[in-house]
T-cell receptor, first 116, second 116 residues
Framework: NAGVMQNPRHLVRRRGQEARLRCSPM?????VYWYRQLPEEGLKFMVY????????ESGMPKERFSAEFPKEGPSILRIQQVVRGDSAAYFC??????????????FGEGSWLTVV | AQKITQTQPGMFVQEKEAVTLDCTYD???????LFWYKQPSSGEMIFLIY??????QNATEGRYSLNFQKARKSANLVISASQLGDSAMYFC?????????????FGKGITLSVRP
């Protein structure tokens, strides 16, 4: 059973470029979450998506950041015109059902973005 | 107020001994779930254990157990018979309620170092 797959694991971008991070959820999981981890910090929620729908984007910065989870293919977190402060680890997680309290969500190995 | 509080400084434990990692939480929702994740130096987030707010017994998973004290709003992780591979960051997290916007909120983490 493949777990949550994220790629790339490491990405280096110059300021002003775009970063695209991909996440394939576990088989049978239709709920995807993106979290960001800044150095020395815990994970901060960004966005929760189901297929073709954004359910909760309360943690997403208002500008430059967007996320999608199309009917076919992986979920994409897109950061336009990256700045040094975007350097962080971005984690994707998935769950088989909606966020009922007892439902464990499983994380991918993370994508480390470095902006130079 | 912080939802999840992990205030211990870096923790050290001798190999084969037990260690307790503290976590307190804050919620007014009667339905919630508490999670512990391990993040080794390689960066991935590994699910360890889950405790539901209505669970009558403390959760256990192998060498991990969760000391759930509902009245005190604490959910401490106990690792028995520590191993060198347990050296990592440990994050406590909570999911509140059952609504569509229920999401994991993480603490800042605790660093555990196991000494040989």
């Amino acid at each position: 059973n493949a777990g949550v797959m994220q790629n790339p694991r490491h990405l280096v971008r110059r300021r002003g470029q775009e970063a695209r991070l991909r996440c394939s959820p576990m088989k049978g999981h239709s709920h995807v979450y993106w979290y960001r981890q800044l150095p020395e910090e815990g994970l901060k929620f960004m966005v929760y998506l189901q297929k073709e729908n954004i359910i909760d984007e309360s943690g997403m910065p208002k500008e430059r950041f967007s996320a999608e989870f199309p009917k076919e293919g992986p979920s994409i977190l897109r950061i336009q015109q990256v700045v040094r402060g975007d350097s962080a680890a971005y984690f994707c997680a998935s769950s088989p059902q909606g966020p009922i309290s007892g439902n464990t969500i499983y994380f991918g190995e993370g994508s480390w973005l470095t902006v130079v | 107020a912080q939802k999840i509080t992990q205030t211990q400084p870096g923790m050290f434990v001798q190999e084969k001994e037990a260690v307790t990692l503290d976590c307190t939480y804050d919620t007014s929702d009667p339905s919630y779930g508490l999670f512990w994740y391990k993040q080794p130096s390689s960066g991935e987030m590994i699910f360890l254990i889950y405790q539901g707010s209505y669970d009558q017994q403390n959760a256990t998973e192998g060498r991990y157990s969760l000391n759930f004290q509902k009245a005190r709003k604490s959910a401490n992780l106990v690792i028995s018979a520590s191993q060198l591979g347990d050296s990592a960051m440990y994050f406590c997290a909570m999911r509140e309620g059952v609504g569509a916007n229920s999401k994991l909120t993480f603490g800042k983490g605790i660093t555990l170092s196991v000494r040989p």
